[in-house]
């Protein structure tokens, strides 16, 4: 029931420092003409104003000053990169691809475009070419523990646990004490059926971050539904479910809590819970109302849920 961490979350201050990265390499055309130099707008400098727009969060403006940029010199490197991640940003996979690809075909050996193209053919559920991807990456930096954390989430959207595994331990070699791959490798464990290794990637995560909210949720869930009794723990799961509902309220979170009340007795809680998240959804996101109306059945029923 419960996901592994989505990959993609661009932080603003990674986007500044990648840019300041880029200048000397923006263009295979880095002198002025005669006019150029006359004129104060330069391709830098509309480059920098899309960079600035991106960092406030207005996507449009700073994908019309990429495409000023791409004007001024079809070659600018750069624009082609941040406008791909404000695609990522609008939710719009396909046009990232295709920026992505011209920026490697501008620089064959740039592993953060192949790492970031990885990223979006995974929002295209395109798990084997976001693989090829990742796998590049590593062959060009074999201590990119980005690329190899991403590669797990790959393989475990696959179904390919042991691949899972190895990938998110090799990152873990190499970013030790980083939560979301504790958590991501506890997801891919719990999907093998090894509860009790789940359980203690989970509770590292959460020493690593004790305010990751995902991880509480995630251990909440497995205590609250596993279907091995010696793991279950509801008390210890409506605990850490209040705790996950503090730092971050949402649907999937109020399951869970519904999940630590029925494991717990206390079913009216849980009908309670189930029907505000139902009301909230109204006719969205189909697949997952349809998945908590079963849960509200079971507990209307008097019955716990039990994950697989």
Not at 58 to 68: H, L
Request: proline share 4%; with cysteine; aromatic share 12%.
């Amino acid at each position: 029931m419960k996901k592994m961490i989505r990959i993609l979350s661009l932080s603003f201050l990674i986007l500044i420092i990648n840019a300041l990265l880029f200048i000397g390499c923006h263009s295979r055309n880095d002198s002025l003409s005669d006019e150029q130099a006359a004129n104060p707008i330069t391709p830098k400098s509309v480059f920098d104003e899309g960079v600035a727009w991106a960092g406030k969060g207005d996507y449009d403006r700073a994908i019309k000053a990429f495409n000023k940029v791409l004007k001024m010199d079809s070659l600018y490197t750069g624009a082609y990169f941040y406008r791909a991640q404000m695609w990522e940003e609008k939710r719009n996979p396909k046009k990232a691809i295709s920026d992505y690809t011209k920026v490697l075909k501008l620089n064959p050996d740039l592993e953060r475009a192949y790492n970031y193209r990885g990223n979006a053919w995974q929002m295209r559920g395109k798990f084997d070419k976001a693989i090829a991807d990742y796998t590049k990456v590593v062959e060009l930096n074999p201590n990119h523990s980005e690329a190899y954390h991403n590669r797990g989430n790959a393989w475990g959207k696959k179904g390919d646990y042991e691949k899972a595994i190895a990938d998110f331990t090799k990152a873990m070699e190499l970013s030790p004490g980083e939560a979301a791959i504790y958590d991501n490798r506890g997801s891919a464990w719990r999907k093998k059926g090894d509860y009790g290794r789940a359980i203690k990637d989970y509770v590292r995560a959460l020493e690593a971050n004790p305010d990751f909210a995902v991880t509480y949720n995630n251990l909440a869930w497995l205590l609250a539904t596993c279907p091995v009794p010696e793991y279950r723990s509801g008390i210890k799961a409506l605990r850490l479910a209040q705790k996950a509902l503090e730092l971050t309220p949402d649907a999937s979170i109020l399951d869970t809590l519904a999940a630590a009340y029925a494991e717990v007795g206390k079913f009216e809680d849980a009908v309670r819970v189930m029907q505000r998240i139902i009301t909230m959804m109204g006719n969205g996101d189909a697949e997952n109302l349809s998945i908590y109306k079963k849960h509200l059945n079971a507990y209307k029923e008097g019955k716990p849920w039990r994950g697989k």
